[in-house]
Nanobody
Framework: QVQLVESGGGLVQPGGSLRLSCAAS????????MGWYRQAPGKKRELVAR???????DYADSVKGRFTISRDKAKNTVLLQMNSLKPEDTAIYYC??????????WGQGTQVTVSS
């Protein structure tokens, strides 16, 4: 099993920034194929950013140019730097594997609220 713990969310004003962290552990953990997802009220969970393979990344169109996914191999973490935040970015953010077939369980997520 893999354990996923998200952190770094909070309340921020439009235009602000947040840095999310995902601590992952377990026998199936692979930081090369991890990603970030989010679920806003009334919407399905959607992909935000992920590593597909190696250093190849994939971003949702809505966050391109504003969000950056990265790794810290020494700490076994996946990070998401979020800049120029908008109210529509408000959601619970989760990390998980980059491909649905290997999702397994989800963590509790971290709440991001962008509001004036």
């Amino acid at each position: 099993q893999v354990q996923l713990v998200e952190s770094g969310g909070g309340l921020v004003q439009p235009g602000g920034s947040l840095r999310l962290s995902c601590a992952a552990s377990g026998s199936i953990f692979n930081i090369y194929t991890m990603g970030w997802y989010r679920q806003a009220p009334g919407k399905k969970r959607e992909l935000v950013a992920r590593f597909i393979y190696g250093d190849t990344t994939d971003y949702a169109d809505s966050v391109k140019g504003r969000f950056t996914i990265s790794r810290d191999k020494a700490k076994n973490t996946v990070l998401l730097q979020m800049n120029s935040l908008k109210p529509e970015d408000t959601a619970i953010y989760y990390c998980n594997t980059a491909f649905p077939a290997t999702w397994g369980s989800w963590g509790q997520g971290t709440q991001v609220t962008v509001s004036s």
